[in-house]
Nanobody, 123 residues
């Protein structure tokens, strides 16, 4: 079965860093995306990455702080999160698009989703 397995979430103090990982199995995806959902709020786009050219796309709220990347050797996507703020607290989800290359923040256009990993930033 094609699936995404996430790891790297946890508790960190404001100003700290975390690196989330998303390991894909079954198929190679052309585009990865990261989304997050805070309690009582809708899921929101964080970042997207395209394998073919390393293209990236970031939400304004994380520009300059988060970096998305991918390791083709192990088919894993990463989200490096620096200068974390309490408002970054959320469940973070990895998503992938198979057979599509467009970078998008629309969750409806992603084919496969991970289970989510909790990120909590304390003040």
């Amino acid at each position: 079965q094609v699936q995404l397995v996430e790891s790297g979430g946890g508790l960190v103090q404001a100003g700290g860093s975390l690196r989330l990982s998303c390991a894909a199995s079954g198929r190679t995806f052309r585009t990865y995306g990261w989304f997050r959902q805070a309690p009582g709020k809708e899921r929101e786009f964080v970042s997207a990455f395209r394998w073919s050219d390393g293209g990236t796309y970031y939400a304004d709220s994380v520009k300059g702080r988060f970096t998305i990347s991918g390791d083709n050797a192990d088919n894993t996507a990463y989200l490096q999160m620096n200068s974390l703020k309490p408002e970054d607290t959320a469940v973070y989800y990895c998503a992938a698009r198979f057979g599509r290359t467009g970078l998008t923040g629309n969750p409806a256009l992603y084919d496969t989703w991970g289970q989510g990993t909790q990120v909590t930033v304390s003040s």
